[in-house]
């Protein structure tokens, strides 16, 4: 038995490429749907209420594309839409936090962990609670990193901007008791050599890597693996295609088989 409908992968920008990359790494038979939208970025500073709205608009997309999963590469939509979105629709959806939750507290050695995502991941503590439910004596700091978010999607990462920004945003983690970071935005992997130099002794946990792990065994227990020779991968977003296709072909290294301006949401 194998079943050859894409997983589906969703983001309120490019940064959920970091999680299709760990799909075509890990799952590399699997036909892979990508939304990124680019045109109501950034998500990390709306409100609850829109942020689920946007995200059930991706998730009907999805749907429209009969995907048998879908992977919510984005921690703004992970903490705002998840739990609401997975009693409206029957399509199993998996997130990004607590897979990146148990890595990092797996991980840490002083127990001591932070957590840098956008505005609205750290406000919503998503992170938090779910470590608190993982391991109580964790002691958990959360740093709103909503300008990496523009730096990644502006493509700076290697800009002077970038550094003097990663320094002044991550300061507190400097020299502490915490030892692991979890780059709670899909984005931030974009930055791991940048945030690497600047915090050398830190372990950065990429919460893409457990999430897709997480999807495979679900799809293995579930017998829902496809057994593509040659897979496909199709890229949409809702605003500037040729910016994006840009990095996404840089990112993703691979060759992809369209790339396509959608209009979601009306």
């Known amino acids: 038995m194998s079943d050859q409908r894409p997983i589906g992968v969703l983001d309120s ?45 991706m998730v009907q997309y999805l749907i429209e594309q009969n995907v048998k999963l879908i992977i919510f590469g984005c921690n703004t939509a992970t903490a705002n839409a998840l739990s609401e979105l997975k009693t409206e629709f029957s399509v199993p959806m998996i997130g990004v936090i607590k897979p990146g939750a148990q890595e990092a507290t ?32 964790v002691k958990a700091l959360g740093i709103a990193a909503q300008k990496f978010v523009a730096l990644v999607e502006a493509d700076k990462a290697d800009s002077n901007e970038a550094k003097e920004n990663i320094a002044s945003t991550l300061r507190p983690f400097k020299d502490s008791d915490y030892d692991t970071l979890i780059l709670g935005c899909t984005h931030f992997p974009m930055l791991k050599k940048q945030i690497n130099n600047y915090l050398p002794n830190i372990k950065l946990v990429d919460p893409a890597l457990s999430t897709v792990e997480i999807a495979k065994e679900y799809l293995t227990k579930n017998d829902l693996l496809a057994s593509n020779e040659k897979r496909t991968l199709k890229l949409h977003t809702t605003a500037s295609v040729d910016e994006f296709s840009k990095l996404a072909r840089r990112w993703l290294n691979t060759s992809i088989d369209e790339i396509n301006l959608v209009n979601i949401g009306g």
Request: proline share 4%; no cysteine; net charge negative.
């Open 13 to 57: 920008g490019l940064g959920g490429l970091t999680v299709v990359k760990e799909v075509i790494r890990q799952l590399p038979n699997e036909n892979v749907i990508f939304i990124g939208d680019e045109a109501r970025m950034p998500y990390g500073i709306k409100t609850h209420e829109q942020i689920i709205s946007y995200t059930r608009e």
């Open 106 to 137: 797996k991980i840490t050695e002083t127990d001591h962990i932070g957590i840098i995502g956008t505005e609205s991941t750290i406000n919503s503590k998503s992170y938090d609670k779910t470590i608190a439910e993982l391991d109580p004596k």
